[in-house]
């Protein structure tokens, strides 16, 4: 009889995922008799016990379901950072979800269930796990774009739902031509084929080129990627501000996670995709800062500057799979932190889920000088501006495509960094201009729970621009992220 082998199911790499799980089964379970704000506090709790489990896996190498989920530091660096923006989320949500009419257990536990599929994103060691995350992460985003009831959710959930669908479509059409032309599933297996192209049949070839852009395309509703970007200014300005931060940090770099799995590891040595990919860096770096000037509306400013963020981010994965991840690891994390500062400012200031028109921030030095100073710290760092973090992020993205031979996407980049500072120091400057007109009216003022998050992200993109090794030297390991398809 042929001998049974035990599955190999080993629980401490599974250990990050469950902890979040468990936060968004207590939502689910005990929001008939706890309240929003107690289970709130919870799922804080197991985020950070989440955190501090990652902390324990690193070095260890470990993996589970014989490679399907990976535990390497380039996953344990990139799980941290969906952490950071999911405490971000969750702190801004104690003080913002009454008023965004949100303030339901559900909505803690979508936010954890999505945060469930991130971290499988970014634990992944094949495409079928990426897959499940992807769809877990991507089904309660839809849910928690429309949760608010209003017409203009609604209308957002609808746009995210379906162009969301067509991208997961295209995606698994892109999984299964990969399959096709490797016969395999897994990373590491996969990169073993493709980095030897001479044993494929040019049929295979082909295959392997058209499941690459396919896969491209995917991720490229997920990341707001130009042309797949037509929802995000319509779902990010449209939906609860709280979930604005959530939707525009932790999930993008969910999205980003999983590219850099699969383009940056699995995929590295395939023909075709990287090509198309500088075009279409090209095309969000144009479009995204382009249309951001044009804004009146502060929120909708913020909407384009991410996708505007997403070229940047995306001229990480031109680069070589060790410097290219390196500055991915850092630019995310900044941008992290810099976008969940600023929309802190805008969730605990804003009359309505509109957000609020350019002309009214001005004087707002005069009325809340804190979120002022902050939120011109962030708009400062959003820019490129030293000595803030952002800097020393778009240097990195910069050079990682420079020195992989895209010279002038990286010249393109830098000039349309100058429309850049056109609409990020604008409402700046407004800001600290004095304001002649009757007394505006503000949601509230500062509150303890928002006044961190705020605190936290200025804090840290100051640190990380004046001393950028703290987090750099972390990310800049070349091991990382060579041995990121387990090569």
Request: charge should be neutral.
């Amino acid at each position: 009889m042929p001998q049974l082998v035990p599955p190999d199911v080993a629980f401490l790499p599974l250990l990050p995922i469950l902890l979040v799980l468990a936060g968004a089964l207590i939502s689910t379970l005990l929001g008939f008799w706890v309240g929003r704000r107690t289970l709130t506090m919870i799922n804080i709790v197991t985020v950070i016990l989440s955190g501090a489990s990652m902390m324990s896996l690193w070095n260890g190498g470990l993996t589970s379901f014989a490679g399907s989920l990976q535990a390497d530091n380039a996953a344990i660096l990139l799980g941290l950072i969906v952490l950071v923006g999911t405490l971000m989320s969750l702190l801004v949500s104690l003080d913002t979800a009454w008023r965004e009419r949100v303030s339901f257990p559900e909505f803690d536990a979508m936010m954890m269930y999505a945060v469930t599929g991130c971290l499988l994103i970014v634990f992944s060691g094949d495409l079928i796990v990426m897959l499940i995350g992807l769809e877990i992460m991507s089904l309660a985003g839809y849910v928690l774009a429309t949760f608010q009831g209003s017409r203009r959710a609604e209308e957002s959930g609808l746009k995210y739902f379906l162009l969301g669908a067509v991208g997961s479509a295209i995606l698994i059409y892109g999984i299964a031509f990969v399959y096709g032309a490797t016969g395999t599933l897994n990373y590491a297996a996969i990169a073993a084929k493709v980095g030897s192209v001479s044993n494929l049949t040019p049929e295979n070839v082909g295959i392997l080129v058209g499941g690459s852009l396919l896969l491209l395309a995917g991720f490229g509703f997920k990341i707001a990627l130009v042309p797949f970007h037509q929802w995000t200014p319509d779902v990010y300005s449209g939906a609860p501000t709280t979930t604005f931060l959530f939707l525009s940090t932790v999930v993008k770099v969910a999205a980003f996670a999983g590219m850099m799995r699969v383009f940056g590891g699995a995929l590295t040595d395939a023909p075709g995709w990287s090509s198309v990919l500088q075009i279409l860096t090209a095309a969000t770096l144009i479009i995204g800062n382009t249309a951001a000037l044009f804004q009146t509306n502060f929120k909708r400013m913020l909407a384009y500057s991410a996708v505007a963020h997403t070229g940047f981010l995306a001229m990480c994965l031109l680069g070589t799979p060790e410097l290219g991840g390196a500055a991915l690891g850092y630019y995310l994390l900044v941008y992290t932190l810099m976008t969940g500062a600023a929309l802190a400012v805008v969730a605990a200031l804003q009359r309505t889920e509109a957000g609020f028109e350019m002309g009214d921030m001005r004087g707002l030095y005069y009325r809340h000088p804190g979120y002022a100073v902050a939120l011109s710290v962030c708009l400062a760092s959003l820019a490129g501006l030293p000595p803030f973090a952002g800097f020393f992020g778009k240097y990195l993205a910069f050079q990682a495509a420079f020195q992989n031979g895209y010279v002038w996407i990286s010249v393109l980049a830098a000039v349309t960094s100058v429309a850049a500072l056109v609409y990020y120091l604008r409402p700046a400057m407004l800001m600290f201009m004095p304001d002649r007109t009757p007394a505006r009216e503000y949601a509230h003022g500062q509150r303890f729970p928002t006044t961190f998050t705020v605190g936290l992200g200025v804090a840290s993109i100051t640190v990380l621009g004046i001393l950028p090794n703290v987090w750099y030297s972390w990310v800049a390991n070349p091991a990382i992220w060579s041995f990121l398809a387990g090569r």
